[in-house]
Nanobody, 125 residues
């Protein structure tokens, strides 16, 4: 089992940047594919970006492609989400997640076994 702690959220103006971090502990971090999801009130949690165990494969939702970058540092047991050119519609609670797989996993939240506690990102217009 792996434990995940999200951090880095906050309030930023439109056009600004934030970097989210997710620190993992427990089992060997490189055994897990990772992802970032986000959720707004009344809506289901949706995938934003995903990455395989080594960082060689990544996926981005169309809404964030070209603005967000997912990366990982297996030596530090950490996955990151660099968010640039933020828009008010990016406002959400962001969660990191780990899947029981090394290959990249793209799909609904049910494919992911472990979750961070979430970090709020608010983008003002």
């Amino acid at each position: 089992q792996v434990q995940l702690v999200d951090s880095g959220g906050g309030l930023v103006q439109a056009g600004g940047s934030l970097r989210l971090s997710c620190a993992a502990s427990g089992r060997t971090f490189s055994n897990y594919a990772m992802a970032w999801f986000r959720q707004t009130p009344g809506k289901d949690r949706s995938i934003v970006a995903a990455i395989n165990w080594s960082g060689s494969s990544t996926y981005y939702a169309d809404s964030v492609k070209g603005r967000f970058t997912i990366s990982r540092d297996n030596a530090k047991n950490t996955v990151y989400l660099q968010m640039n050119s933020l828009k008010p519609e990016d406002t959400a609670v962001y969660y990191c997640a780990a899947a029981n797989a090394r290959t990249m996993v793209v799909g609904p939240r049910t494919l992911y076994a472990y979750w961070g506690q979430g970090t709020q990102v608010t983008v003002s217009s």
